[in-house]
């Protein structure tokens, strides 16, 4: 079993060039790029894989844990655990990359990234991460690329029991059991509880010892029924409640965050055709209170949101060189506040995308028709084509285009909105070599983005408003996988220069990054070792800091008891360096932490 670990911690960057005459290759498979399941061979852009046993391994204590790590991805974070977060895929604001939940686009907040604290780790089995623009495939979020986050589901029965501890007087524990009621009926329940006591994610002279905590609460549930082997139907509640303790304007305050999500959906599958209906609605209120020396609170700003979306996909299988699908997207929006009334927005597409093999040839299409309420019509397409040169290189290229409207904070917040928000349009051009050799798997990509009204705060109002031009994301990325020694090794190199359309860089973003895990196993323990290094960048529009860079490394440990049980440890950053990605928000000093789990 350990050594399936070891195996498996390679896949984020293995799957990136593989010998397509690999008997095994089929096997790999992702739901992510185009909407349907395909063979990672077979998609036109770089793709990362981290399952179960790379979380179980690394010990990630959180989703940002695992993106920090992911190529081309900068985190900022506000501090610890539950505080707002940020991610920067290719240099792109937070809010041009799509983030999914078992294909469902999460909810997002104030910060254009959604709440990553709603998903405990213990319910992800796998994550999907593709690089590049799918914006006519899954509309106006997927600019810069699209993270695909899989719960977990099993063939058979199982019911498996985590409990951990650590630094900040930080407590885990979480529940995931899969049951059989029938041949054709499962049933899958998670619960999930944590909570921290934190330190101080803001210090200041008037918050001397302050704490700021986090607890958390999170409950799902799946029912699936198998009408035959080619028709299937499912329904999906969850539920998740955070409270997170953070310091603002010289006040404590609480942020109080309660979500209910519902999914189901019709699936229908044989040998030709795909088809799948999906229905979701998702309701969040979020109220920031005050917290005064008595520790009573008061509510300030209650804030809600709803979403509800409809997806309809059909993919017709004409050969086994050939394909096509045509779908449907619906969603409707809403964001509510006091001082704001109800705003609502609503979006309706039709897309369509083809692919098909000539030879060593492999050539992909997509367009998109969105009529927005606020925005009207927009078309988007996307273009890929793959050359497999010989069975150990091919060449990969892709271009497409983007539209994306301004949220509903964006446009009609009370402090910060601006009614007067044009949709930003964006080009995106990447090409990209893979190559699977004896000793060493390697990948280099480049890519180049052209965004047209970029839409950013505006330091001398405090409001979001539109930069008037173009701004500039491109870079590059080096990746390769190796054996050294009995140590399997990953690593990636990273160059981005962004410019908005003022000739300011963009905020948080590093020019250069590099990222290297190695792991090996030693009896019946599996050891994990990460680096991470984030060169300086500029910390926000209003201010002239810059964030000095940083190398930080990880160590953690898995000792499998018997094979029902494993004992597991980390040390997060093992030599203490101070360092924040966000300035005034010191991240953790070096933290300690344990977990077992128990699989019957």
């Given at each position: 079993m350990s050594k399936k670990l070891l195996a498996t911690a390679l896949l984020p960057f293995a799957v990136l060039a593989q010998d397509p005459s690999a008997t095994n290759n089929k096997e790999v498979t992702v739901v992510t790029a185009n909407r349907v399941e395909q063979a990672v061979s077979d998609v036109l852009a770089p793709v990362s894989i981290i399952t179960r046993d790379d979380i179980e391994l690394t010990q990630a204590r959180s989703l940002t844990d695992v993106f920090r790590m992911l190529p081309g991805v900068d985190v900022a974070v506000n501090g610890g655990s539950g505080q707002v977060a940020s991610i920067f895929i290719r240099g792109a604001n937070s809010n041009q990359a799509l983030i999914l939940i078992d294909g469902v686009a999460m909810l997002t907040a104030n910060t254009g990234s959604p709440d990553f604290n709603q998903i405990p780790m213990s319910s992800i089995e796998r994550i999907e991460f593709i690089?590049?623009?799918?914006?006519?495939?899954?509309?106006?979020?997927?600019?810069?690329?699209?993270?695909?986050?899989?719960?977990?589901?099993?063939?058979?029965?199982?019911?498996?029991?985590?409990?951990?501890?650590?630094?900040?007087?930080?407590?885990?524990?979480?529940?995931?059991?899969?049951?059989?009621?029938?041949d054709k009926t499962k049933?899958?329940?998670?619960?999930?509880?944590?909570?921290?006591?934190?330190?101080?994610?803001?210090?200041?002279?008037?918050?001397?010892?302050?704490?700021?905590?986090?607890?958390?609460?999170?409950?799902?549930?799946?029912?699936?029924?198998?009408?035959?082997?080619?028709?299937?139907?499912?329904?999906?509640?969850?539920?998740?409640?955070?409270?997170?303790?953070?310091?603002?304007?010289?006040?404590?305050?609480?942020?109080?965050?309660?979500?209910?999500?519902?999914?189901?959906?019709?699936?229908?599958?044989?040998?030709?055709?795909?088809?799948?209906?999906?229905?979701?609605?998702?309701?969040?209120?979020?109220?920031?209170?005050?917290?005064?020396?008595?520790?009573?609170?008061?509510?300030?700003?209650?804030?809600?949101?709803?979403?509800?979306?409809?997806?309809?996909?059909?993919?017709?299988?004409?050969?086994?060189?050939?394909?096509?699908?045509?779908?449907?997207?619906?969603?409707?929006?809403?964001?509510?506040?006091?001082g704001l009334g109800k705003q609502e927005k609503s979006n309706k597409a039709l897309f369509t995308t083809m692919s098909k093999n000539i030879s060593v040839i492999t050539l992909e299409g997509s367009a998109r028709i969105d009529d927005n309420s606020q925005f009207g019509s927009h078309t988007t397409w996307g273009l890929a084509a793959g050359w497999q040169l010989n069975p150990k290189w091919k060449i990969i290229a892709s271009s497409g285009t983007s539209f994306k409207a301004p949220s509903l904070y964006q446009s009609f917040d009370v402090n910060y909105g601006n009614s007067e928000l044009k949709p930003e349009e964006s080009i995106s051009y990447d090409v990209g070599l893979e190559s699977n050799l004896e000793l060493v798997t390697w990948s280099v990509n480049a890519y180049y983005r052209d965004v047209k009204d970029l839409i950013d705060s505006d330091p001398a109002t405090w409001k979001?408003?539109?930069?008037?031009?173009?701004?500039?994301?491109?870079?590059?990325?080096?990746?390769?996988?190796?054996?050294?020694?009995?140590?399997?090794?990953?690593?990636?190199?990273?160059?981005?220069?962004?410019?908005?359309?003022?000739?300011?860089?963009l905020s948080r973003r590093a020019k250069y990054k590099a990222k290297w895990q190695g792991t090996i196993t030693t009896g019946n323990v599996d050891w994990a070792l990460q680096y991470l290094y984030q060169g300086k960048r500029d910390n926000s529009g209003y201010d002239d800091i810059i964030l000095s860079g940083y190398s930080l490394w990880n160590l953690s440990a898995v000792y499998y008891v018997i094979p029902e049980l494993k004992l597991a440890a980390k040390v997060e950053n093992l030599f203490d360096k101070e360092y924040e990605t966000a300035a005034g928000y010191p991240a953790p000093e070096r933290g300690y932490y344990i977990n077992a789990t128990y699989e019957f």
């Open positions: 690089r590049g623009p799918r914006a006519a495939v899954y509309g106006s979020e997927a600019i810069a690329g699209v993270i695909n986050i899989i719960t977990q589901s099993s063939a058979e029965p199982i019911t498996t029991l985590s409990v951990g501890f650590g630094s900040d007087a930080s407590y885990k524990s979480s529940l995931y059991s899969q049951l059989n009621l029938t049933l899958k329940v998670t619960a999930a509880y944590e909570t921290t006591d934190g330190y101080n994610v803001h210090p200041s002279p008037a918050n001397k010892g302050d704490k700021h905590g986090f607890e958390s609460q999170n409950y799902a549930a799946m029912l699936k029924h198998q009408f035959s082997d080619s028709l299937s139907f499912f329904i999906q509640p969850r539920y998740y409640q955070n409270i997170v303790g953070y310091y603002s304007f010289g006040t404590n305050k609480e942020a109080w965050i309660e979500n209910i999500a519902f999914d189901g959906g019709v699936t229908y599958s044989d040998e030709t055709v795909y088809s799948a209906l999906k229905l979701t609605t998702t309701f969040e209120d979020k109220y920031d209170y005050l917290v005064s020396a008595a520790n009573k609170r008061y509510s300030t700003s209650p804030a809600v949101r709803e979403q509800k979306t409809a997806n309809w996909l059909n993919q017709y299988k004409f050969s086994d060189t050939y394909t096509a699908a045509l779908g449907l997207d619906w969603k409707d929006e809403s964001y509510q506040k006091p979001f408003a539109n930069l008037d031009g173009h701004s500039i994301m491109k870079g590059a990325e080096l990746e390769a996988s190796f054996d050294l020694f009995t140590i399997r090794n990953q690593a990636s190199l990273e160059y981005l220069d962004t410019k908005d359309a003022n000739g300011n860089e």
